[in-house]
């Protein structure tokens, strides 16, 4: 019999929640957890089982895909768990049957053992029967399809008489059969359409008679998710996939009502079954996802007043029990995951949850082992340039998070891994000690916040907090903090700043260069000398001569916000040298000295004292006929000898090597090779690439005049540690550009000298 619908009953079916985060439970009737000594037995199936089908007596479960597929029977009476052979099975909603294939022939067994096995042969129906599809199993008939001709129809197959008959389901002239559903026992539910008009029909068919016994009207374009009966209506979710996603609620035997869904996320997975007057329907696998959606929670519905409420934050699974309830397997926050069953409350009349069986693991997000960031003061030298941190937690769908913020410039670096990878629940956080940049970070206190965020949104997430300071050994050419070589940049109107070598190396295309502001008033002087620790404190020091020849002292303070201190007077009468040079300790004492040569190419060495009041002592004259080289760069120490070494350049572009003896003096030179000439600077910055080695920068500078600008080429040469080959071939490590509208070549070249205007 096909029955038209004509009364709209209107229930108000918005989703509880907005989405991002699982309702509360409190409001739903449910039984408080168990205590200590009536603890919940455990579920004795694998974790990540789904519930096919159960009955008053035990449950069918499966694991696995494919040709890892396993079956298991457990009865509810004592938990014990029975694997299946391998194959197929099916279960029927709300019995202790399963059912199994072997060819034509399917098995029907009694899992209680109450009544004998119903064999059922298709073979038995003729020709026509390997062309039927099992699709689903209500009582004891097989709801198969057979699609013959380009039409798809269903039959109801079963055996009466001992007889193996089959009832196909009657169809309209001209409508073919498509998608099925399990509605409960006695019914199942089909689509139909009418490819001709563009009409389709959901219609629920009587499987004691065969008959279409209901039907309501669909849009052509609707999808049908999944379909629940109750005594008095008839629920459907329809366009799971799409915007208008929406739970349709109808009186049987009238219109219906479609109300929207308004959560985020698709609808797809999501199930429906009647509670009596009650629906019950949740979006199953919430707990695995990796995303949040609103329709996670197992939520029950009033179909006569739209009341609803949560039961639990999320099911992998649900059916009918048998016994009038459902089943479910799923998870609470308050009692975790497990076996739950899901029946009218006596006293209430409402729908409650009740852990039957526990799988022993908590819902929420929890942590199995942490390593944290640090407390008090952090060597980021002796920890091998890394601050490790992480967490294993409980499980792999969380995204996990670290942010450390120095506290004095409020630089920022987040830490994080919120792509969660199927089985890998271990997340490390480790940090190179870089801020996005690339920029090395600076020394100093820091705040950090460790956060993990259960990536399903169900459940809180995770948040540690903490402080510690970060320190490092001075470096003798860092001059911000942050243990990593800088640049020196006079720019065009005087003004000295700092680039980091590290982030020039590090950052990325569309990352740009870090530069710190020294400050203004620079073009006073013609040369700039960065010299190291030569007076007295850990962080490196400046000198700078003006054009009257007066030699100025600037103290390092090494921090971001002013590299250098006050400047100081040394003393004047220093145009006589045409070269300077510091950053090496030439005589053994821990301090960096300083080079000088006059213009009959005497050598000069200035010992530092380590006062910054007086910071060089007296010079002393330790040779001559340097007039040769046309630059000279002190390297620290090269090859592990007694001093700090110094290369120098001649005028044909040879570099020759000075090994610093610790008293002051220089062995006999070596020539490291020719070609030097290429470069406008050869910069001595110590070790660059962290491998404990010195290392010498050479800079390319291409002015453009068209452009206004001038690129500088940074071209790293790597120390070897060998004194006769103490570099490697030249690395491209950075470039930077400086804009100019001078003429003065003071300007754009003035970039990372320091030895020369």
């Known amino acids: 019999m096909n ?22 439970l409190a409001a739903a009737p449910q039984a408080a957890a168990p205590s200590a000594a009536e603890a919940v037995p455990p579920l004795t199936v694998p974790a990540g ?31 014990v768990t029975t694997t299946l052979p391998a194959g197929p ?8 049957l399963v059912v199994t294939q072997a060819g034509t022939v399917y098995t029907l067994t009694d899992m209680s053992g109450t009544t004998d096995p119903v064999v059922i042969d298709t073979a038995e ?61 006695g019914t199942f539910a089909v689509i139909l359409r009418s490819p001709g008009t563009a009409s389709q029909r959901l219609g629920v068919v009587d499987v004691a008679t065969g008959e279409v016994a209901e039907s309501y009207a669909l849009k052509y374009s609707a999808y049908v998710e999944s379909v629940s009966l109750t005594p008095a209506h008839a629920i459907w979710l329809e366009n799971a996939y799409a915007v208008d996603k929406r739970l349709v609620v109808a009186s049987r035997g009238a219109d219906q009502a479609p109300v929207p869904l308004d959560t985020l996320g698709t609808a797809d997975g999501t199930v429906l079954h009647s509670l009596g007057d009650w629906v019950a329907y949740a979006k199953t696998g919430g707990g695995a996802a990796d995303s949040p959606n609103g329709l996670y929670p197992l939520t029950v519905r009033s179909a006569k007043t739209g009341g609803s409420f949560p039961l639990l934050d999320h099911a992998t699974s649900l059916v009918p029990d048998g016994d009038g309830g459902l089943l479910a397997v799923g998870g609470t926050l ?21 852990l039957v069986r526990t799988l022993g693991t908590p819902t929420a997000l929890t942590v199995v082992k942490e390593t944290l960031p640090p407390t008090g003061t952090f060597d980021f030298d002796r920890a091998g340039g890394r601050m490790p941190a992480g967490w294993t937690l409980s499980r ?16 920022t670096v987040k830490i994080a891994d919120t792509t969660p990878t199927e089985g890998v629940t271990d997340f490390p956080l480790t940090w190179n000690g870089l801020y996005k940049d690339g920029l090395p970070a600076y020394n100093g206190a820091y705040t950090w916040t460790m956060r993990a965020e259960p990536a399903n949104g169900i459940g809180p997430a995770i948040e540690r907090t903490g402080t510690f300071t970060l320190t490092r ?10 243990g990593s070589p800088d640049l020196l940049s006079r720019l065009e109107g005087g003004i000295l700043s700092t680039y980091d070598l590290q982030q020039l190396r590090n950052r990325t295309p569309d990352q740009a260069e870090y530069r710190v502001t020294v400050g203004g008033g620079w073009q006073v002087y013609d040369r700039i000398v960065p010299t190291g620790n030569t007076g007295g404190t850990r962080d490196a020091d400046l000198v700078a001569r003006d054009r009257s020849g007066v030699l100025w002292f600037y103290q390092g303070k090494g921090t971001h916000k002013a590299s250098f201190a006050p400047r100081t007077r040394i003393g004047g009468g220093w145009q006589v040298y045409d070269k300077l040079t510091g950053g090496s300790d030439l005589t053994g004492d821990g301090r960096a000295d300083l080079l000088a040569t006059d213009r009959s190419g005497a050598l000069w060495l200035y010992r530092s004292t380590g006062d910054i009041r007086a910071p060089f002592a007296a010079r002393k004259k330790i040779g001559t006929g340097w007039q040769v080289y046309n630059q000279l760069t002190a390297t620290g120490n090269l090859a592990g000898g007694a001093g700090g070494d110094l290369v120098a350049r001649d005028r044909d572009g040879v570099l020759w090597l000075y090994l610093g003896k610790g008293d002051g003096t220089f062995t006999a030179r070596t020539r490291i090779g020719g070609g030097w000439q290429r470069y406008q600077q050869i910069l001595g910055l110590g070790d660059v690439d962290g491998d404990g080695l010195g290392d010498l920068v050479g800079e390319n500078v291409a002015p453009d005049p068209a452009a206004g600008a001038s690129q500088t080429s940074l071209l790293l040469h790597r120390g070897t ?3 006769t080959a103490p570099f490697a071939p030249r690395q491209h490590t950075g470039s930077l550009w400086s804009t100019t509208t001078s003429t003065d070549p003071a300007s754009p070249t003035a970039l990372l000298k320091g030895t020369a205007p």
């Open 721 to 723: 540690g060998q004194r």
């Open 125 to 185: 129906l003729g020709p026509q029967a390997p062309r039927y599809t099992l699709r689903q199993v209500v009582g004891t008939t097989l709801v198969m399809s057979s699609h013959v001709d380009g039409v798809v129809r269903h039959h109801l197959v079963f055996l009466e008489d001992d007889e193996v008959v089959s009832r196909a389901v009657p169809l309209q002239e001209g409508w073919e059969a498509g998608r099925d559903y399990v509605t409960g026992p």
């Open 473 to 482: 050994a001075p470096r003798p050419r860092d001059f911000d903090g942050n």
């Open 49 to 79: 089982s789904e519930l096919l089908s159960a009955g008053s007596t035990g449950m069918l479960t499966r694991t696995g895909t494919g040709t890892a597929t396993v079956h298991r029977w457990t009865r509810h009476a004592d938990g």
């Open 334 to 354: 308050v009692q975790g995951e497990g076996l739950y069953r899901i029946a009218l409350d006596a006293a209430t009349g409402k729908p409650a949850a009740t």
């Open 89 to 96: 099975h099916w279960g029927s909603p709300g019995t202790d």
């Open 3 to 24: 029955r038209t619908l004509a009364t709209t009953v209107a229930l108000v079916l918005a989703v509880t929640a907005g989405g991002l985060t699982a309702p509360a």
């Open 396 to 411: 792999y769908n969380a995204k996990v998070s670290l942010t450390l913020t120095h506290t004095a410039s409020g630089r």
